[in-house]
């Protein structure tokens, strides 16, 4: 549960999405005993929904962690839809690699090891669709990359951008985490006004903001 919805109404947005079976549910399992962050499941069904509907053909990941989004992404998506994920932890590729092969997706899903903010500049493809699920004190730094990467009509959603609920009320605000939600408000703030961007903030999971690119 978090800070961002009554938890009643979390409780029953879940009870009828449902559960998942097979390696999606193995998937979930690992996560919560190691924990390892993944999407909640109001987030991964939101990210299926616009995923179909922006028919996107090249999707980019910023945090690939053990696999779970890319593969909820892949699942979404038509079988010529590649993605293309980041992400800068060894255990933590080896470890969605291994739930790739498992889906019968290494043919869709690319990982790119190192650090994104060194990454993103470097890459010459452009994509349909950005999930940005990473540092979540290092969003603005991806911003300016993500944003020239994307295609026009383009959709980029960011994770965990209400942050426990901590950058929406300073009540919740914990000490040691004040320099990433000064951050994160930044970053809602850039996106909220850019001249390119049509954003809005959905309070779902840890909220996510969903940006079109004009």
Do not use: W
């Amino acid at each position: 549960m978090s800070n961002i919805v009554n938890p009643l109404i979390e409780e029953y947005i879940r009870s009828i999405i449902g559960k998942n079976e097979g390696l999606l549910k193995e998937m979930e399992d690992y996560a919560d005993e190691h924990h390892v962050p993944i999407i909640q499941p109001e987030v991964a069904k939101v990210l299926e929904v616009i995923a179909k509907l922006s028919g996107a053909n090249h999707i980019l990941e910023v945090g690939t962690a053990i696999g779970y989004s890319s593969i909820i992404l892949s699942n979404a998506t038509a079988e010529n839809t590649k993605i293309t994920t980041i992400e800068r932890r060894k255990d933590m590729i080896e470890k969605a690699q291994q739930n790739i092969k498992k889906a019968g997706l290494t043919e869709r899903i690319r990982i790119l090891e190192g650090n994104a903010e060194e990454i993103l500049p470097s890459l010459t493809d452009s994509f349909d669709f950005i999930f940005l699920d990473a540092a979540k004190g290092q969003y603005m730094e991806f911003l300016s990359a993500c944003i020239h990467l994307l295609h026009p009509k383009g959709v980029l959603v960011s994770d965990n951008v209400l942050y426990k609920g901590m950058v929406a009320s300073n009540q919740y605000v914990i000490r040691r985490k004040k320099t990433i939600v000064k951050r994160m408000r930044t970053y809602l703030d850039y996106i909220m006004h850019h001249p390119t961007l049509t954003s809005c903030l959905l309070p779902i999971g840890d909220g996510i903001a969903i940006s079109y690119k004009k």
